[in-house]
């Protein structure tokens, strides 16, 4: 059973989101994490750039496959976790905490509205 | 463990030279100061012999379609005939440089002009080069002369290029190198393409889109007549990525489907040795409105007058053509791997319409072993700790066939990795592994047409033999190779990219 904590966001891509003012924490799931199994390098998003919704701005790999990370919504990417840089593994460790891969500002912040809520992406993973 | 570095033999370089004619003293003042070495380079200290046991050593502990069955799902890995070892070292092919003059190479030239004639004729294509040196770089070469193609019509904002989820990861990173934008488009859940997908991704700034047909899933695309016409419709043009070949060669063609451009595996479908026994070569084949663009130089012919020399003695004179300032230039130095393209053409010249066989007994081969493989006797399947699951709910298969190891992996916690590593324990090489990743812990087979009956029913036996063995075996294996489970995660956490020399 793959953890989703009810009080985030989530995408149909298996990233999550956390709102802490009015800015976004992004990262991958718990259950994102297992499907890639142990994470050797994260190619982090370039803080500066403006991203679109679904738009791929990072990526992920672990020995299975390279993954792209989504901005779940349109922003501007304020700042990457470096410290995955040279730890990629926290994003298995702790993918809801120090895992977390990038910081958003939302152009529009009710554009999470469109987002998933726990049960909707618990639904989507069939656990 | 044999370690070239680790040998100290005798003092000295372990070879010897002839003194040059010019004296060692006046040699070594024709090269400038500032490039003569300071200290002498950290080489091995080697003997001739000592050289010789190392590479030894290191081919017996070697894995390749001439020790075991290779089953590496889209690499085709098929016997590589005898025959064509024969031709490639006749003198007047192994003995000659690419610099010499084109009357001394008659002979290449009308094996390169035959070649990319033939190849041209299987693939319903116009013009054929042979320059790329492997699939990924005929992708790269081919999306380049489209790319050029859409510049010359005033169509240059056309940006992105269409794959299908099912695709060789090399068709994104090839375009992506030409610099386009990649839209990737699921899957429908036969593994055929989604023609709504498809519809919604299609428009005014489509490039190209790339499919390998059958797909990786060993499905054949009923649809794909629709989809170039819905590409073509939009203004876009279609790739051919020619991995998959082997199923349909002398049944169907890439042109007949309406593709623009595709790429031939010289060292796949055409048995040129590969997967560490030789070079790649990887033709690409385009349409005539393309043809413009390919990379100079392609050999050609003309009809021999007044006092030609006599030539290869089929009337024609042979010659390099060069295709002008429209060519997007040199993909690869002189005219790609000539040895690859005359080991195929010797393979093509030695089957010619028989090839339709090949694929026939290709396709039968990879239907055998799936029914095999999914339905074994109550007897062994009650000895299974779960069944292995269709990658697609196919009735039948082309070429190769997926397997998901997802209800072992629940049931036991044997995941598709651990069976790959278990089957080298039985001799065989491991299936290409969680490819496509549309598939769940999934296993990719392909057994070509080389393989015997009883090859494949050893390798059920052995297969089914696996499902139900103690999980802690599986797991930890393999066993019985020199190499024991690798530790994959420390390796790409830890990249050590040059030998640190000796000590």
Redesign the interface.
């Known amino acids: 059973m793959s953890e989703v904590p009810s009080n985030l966001h989530y995408t149909k891509t298996h990233e999550w989101v956390r709102i802490e003012g009015n800015m976004l924490f992004v990262g991958i799931t718990d259950f994102a994490q297992k499907a890639l199994t142990?994470v050797?390098?994260v190619d982090l998003a370039e803080v500066g750039t403006t991203v679109q919704a679904i738009g791929a701005c990072a990526s992920v790999?672990s020995?299975?496959?390279v993954s792209e990370i989504n901005s779940p919504v349109g922003g501007e990417i304020l700042e990457s976790n470096t410290v995955l840089e040279d730890n990629?593994?926290m994003i298995n460790e702790d993918p809801y905490g120090d895992g977390w891969i990038f910081r958003l500002q939302p152009t529009d912040i009710s554009d999470i509205e469109g987002l998933l809520d726990a049960a909707a992406y618990t639904a989507l993973i069939g656990e | 463990m044999s370690d070239l570095f680790a040998f100290r033999g005798a003092d000295g370089a372990g070879w010897s030279q002839p003194e040059p004619s010019m004296g060692a003293e006046a040699s070594w003042a024709t090269v400038p100061e500032v490039l003569r070495r300071k200290s002498p380079p950290a080489w091995p200290k080697a003997s001739e012999p000592e050289l010789v046991r190392h590479y030894t050593w290191l081919s017996t502990r070697n894995f390749g379609i001439d020790t075991g069955f290779y089953p590496l799902g889209s690499c085709t890995m098929k016997h590589n005939p005898r025959l064509n070892e024969r031709i490639v070292q006749l003198p007047g092919i192994d003995r000659i440089h690419p610099l010499q003059p084109e009357h001394q190479i008659q002979g290449l030239l009308a094996i390169f002009f035959e070649m990319q004639e033939m190849l041209a004729i299987c693939s319903g294509m116009d013009e054929v080069t042979l320059q790329p040196v492997a699939g990924a770089q005929g992708e790269f070469t081919a999306m380049r002369c489209i790319q050029e193609y859409h510049r010359s019509i005033g169509q240059d904002h056309r940006n992105k290029v269409i794959v299908p989820d099912s695709a060789h990861g090399t068709n994104p990173a090839s375009a992506a190198m030409c610099g386009y934008d990649i839209i990737e488009i699921p899957s429908a859940t036969d593994g055929r393409i989604d023609l709504a997908a498809l519809e919604e991704a299609v428009g005014d700034d489509t490039a190209a889109m790339m499919i390998t047909n059958p797909s990786t899933l060993g499905v054949f695309e009923p649809d794909i007549s629709r989809v170039s016409e819905m590409v073509h419709t939009a203004g876009g043009q279609m790739y051919y990525d020619g991995a998959n070949f082997n199923a349909i060669l002398g049944k169907t063609d890439p042109g007949r489907m309406g593709f623009d451009a595709v790429h031939y595996n010289l060292h796949k479908t055409f048995s040129q040795p590969h997967g560490g026994g030789g070079p790649g070569s990887g033709p690409i084949g385009v349409k005539s409105h393309l043809a413009t663009f390919l990379p100079s130089p392609i050999a050609d012919r003309r009809e021999r007058v007044g006092d030609d020399p006599k030539g290869v003695g089929d009337g024609y004179w042979y010659v390099w053509k060069e295709v002008g300032e429209s060519s997007i230039g040199k993909v690869q130095q002189w005219h790609g791997n000539s040895g690859a393209v005359v080991r195929a053409w010797a393979f093509y010249r030695r089957y010619g319409r028989e090839l339709e066989r090949m694929s026939e007994h290709a396709v039968l081969n990879a239907n055998y072993l799936r029914h095999r493989i999914l339905n074994p006797d109550s007897d062994t399947a009650e000895r299974m700790h779960a069944m292995p699951l269709d990658g697609v709910p196919a009735e039948v298969v082309k070429h190769e066939f997926t397997l998901s190891m997802s209800a072992l992996k629940d049931a036991v916690g044997v995941t598709g990795r651990d069976v790959a590593k278990r089957l080298l324990d039985y001799g065989v090489m491991a299936p290409t592994l969680y490819f496509p990743m549309i598939v769940p812990e999934c296993l990719m087979i392909e057994p070509t047409e080389t393989e015997s009956k009883e090859v494949m029913d050893r390798f059920a036996a052995d297969f089914h033999t696996i499902l139900g063995e103690d999980p802690e075996i599986v797991t930890t294996a393999p066993h019985s190779t020199d190499v024991k489970r690798v530790d994959e995660v420390w390796a790409a956490r830890n990249l050590i990219l040059r030998h640190p020399g000796p000590e």
Do not use: D, Y
Request: hydrophobic content about 35%.
């Open positions: 142990e050797v390098w790999e020995v299975k496959s990629p593994e």
